[in-house]
């Protein structure tokens, strides 16, 4: 059984004991049911432990958990549900010394936001003008609030800082020398595919910070594509509210005869955008897991729509016969289907139960994998074509590389999903195969940056 030590006073271990007794007490179960259910229960306390929450936070989350994998426990979380939403949403007085972290850690992520807003102005102090020089921000866009990102993930996970320099800082040193080396021919290319992909890699420096630079265990590599998704989502709400509220601003100042978009647009702008990337951050660390995780609450609404539009794109694209022929276009955009496809997989398995039965869902998602590697195969067919008659490019071979990496990836999860629908493997599989190939992606967006612009002669 996982054992954990108990928090000041004994608390985790007097609740557990609480829920043993509810346990006990509305079913009859023998104590080695009621065993093995606590054991259950500690170890999503221990999991959940180890990514930053309190004890007390996490044995709350812990019986939500298990509220949808046990009947008996989503009963002790709804008659307690006065108490857990209580302790989720408002701070423990009992426990000063987590108060005052959390004070503290406010105070830093506020720092951070500020200072990368900052960042962005920097430039403006050696002539790089935001209105002038928009190629130099998009290519340095992700420099200026990713290493700080990546700062305070290192700061909250406790990671040395001998090991935090020397882990997270050349990274960022080395693709702010890529992408702005001289040899690029300005606008071409290999420029703007390594732009393009300096953030993916960049994102996962974040992710071996997340991970306290544990980047070799399944589970903490689960645990950043959560937040990958959560992230994402409660930047677009920051982003559309703060839109709002900027449109509303300027229209104020318009109706009194008042000049402010340049403030607007050089400064609360790309200011508040790149500091709410760690607003959005501390969001999600904040209340990571207090309530149903939104990122695959959505994949389960947009897995049957996407399945259903890759179908009636296939059969649009058989009918039109020679697929080489397809518009560049259509080839982008079915590059982006396919990642929108590979998003949804992650999610699913990341909010999937690793003990449930085979559902309707896992059907759904059956289809989805079928559909996008049929897709990725005509598409690949397509893309060779093109590069038999034309000759290669960097756009081609970027496009070609991504494909490849979907295809090996989506193929092979369909083939551990089809097994698991058949009882000859646990979903487990399916989530393992998703954490191991992650860094695959991570390894062709590097490839991208650092290898086809010199293939190509930084054209």
């Known amino acids: 059984m996982v054992t954990l030590a108990a928090g000041p006073g004994g608390d985790l271990e007097a609740q557990i004991e609480q829920w043993r007794q509810f346990v006990a007490r509305r ?5 080695d049911d009621v065993d093995e259910l606590e054991d259950h229960l500690r170890g999503h306390v221990a999991d959940l432990g180890r990514v930053g929450l309190t004890e007390d936070e996490a044995f709350l989350v812990a019986v939500k958990r298990m509220g949808s994998l046990d009947e008996v426990s989503q009963e002790f979380a709804r008659e307690h549900s006065d108490r857990l939403w209580r302790q989720l949403v408002l701070p423990s007085a009992g426990d000063a010394r987590s108060n005052r972290r959390a004070r503290r850690e406010l105070l830093l992520v506020l720092l951070l936001a500020v200072a990368s807003g900052l960042a962005i102005n920097l430039p403006e102090l050696f002539g790089i003008s935001l209105n002038e020089d928009g190629a ?19 700061w909250k996970r406790g990671m040395a800082p001998t090991r935090a320099l020397g882990m997270l800082v050349p990274p960022f040193l080395l693709g702010a020398a890529l992408v702005n080396a001289p040899m690029f021919v300005p606008g071409g290319s290999t420029q703007v595919l390594a732009a393009i992909h300096l953030p993916i890699v960049l994102w996962f420096v974040v992710g071996l910070a997340y991970v306290g630079g544990d980047w070799r265990s399944h589970q903490p590599r689960m645990d950043f594509i959560r937040f990958t998704g959560e992230w994402a989502i409660y930047y677009t709400l920051l982003a559309l509210g ?26 609360v702008l790309p200011c508040g955008a790149m500091g709410a990337v760690m607003v959005a951050a501390w969001l999600v660390e904040a209340k990571q897991s207090v309530v149903e995780n939104m990122a695959p609450v959505l994949t389960r609404v947009f897995t049957p729509l996407t399945t259903l539009m890759l179908l009636a794109l296939l059969t ?14 259509l080839l982008i955009l079915v ?27 896992d059907r759904w998602l059956l289809l989805l994998l079928a559909s996008a590697v049929v897709v990725d195969l005509l598409m690949l067919g397509a893309m060779l074509g093109r590069i038999a008659e034309f000759g290669a490019s960097p756009n081609k071979v970027a496009a070609l590389g991504l494909n490849l990496v979907l295809l090996v990836s ?8 089809v097994e698991f629908l058949r009882g000859r493997r646990p979903a487990a599989a399916l989530e393992r195969w998703q954490t191991t190939y992650l860094p695959v992606l991570a390894a062709w967006a590097a490839v991208v940056v650092a290898v086809l612009p010199p293939l190509f002669s930084f054209q």
């Open 335 to 361: 590059d982006l289907i396919l990642v929108l496809v590979f998003g949804l997989l992650l999610y699913s398995v990341s909010a999937r139960d690793a003990d449930a039965a085979p559902s309707a869902f």
């Open 410 to 417: 989506l193929t092979w999860s369909a083939r551990l999903l």
């Open 27 to 31: 079913h009859a179960m023998a104590k």
């Open 316 to 329: 649009a694209t058989l009918a039109a016969g020679d697929v080489v022929e397809a518009d560049r276009t």
């Open 136 to 154: 130099f921000y998009a290519r340095n866009l992700s420099l200026f609030s990713l290493p700080f990102l990546a700062g305070y993930f290192a």
């Open 242 to 267: 703060g839109g709002v509220l900027v449109g509303l601003t300027a229209a104020g100042f318009a109706a009194v005869s008042v000049e402010i978009e340049p403030v607007l647009t050089e400064w």
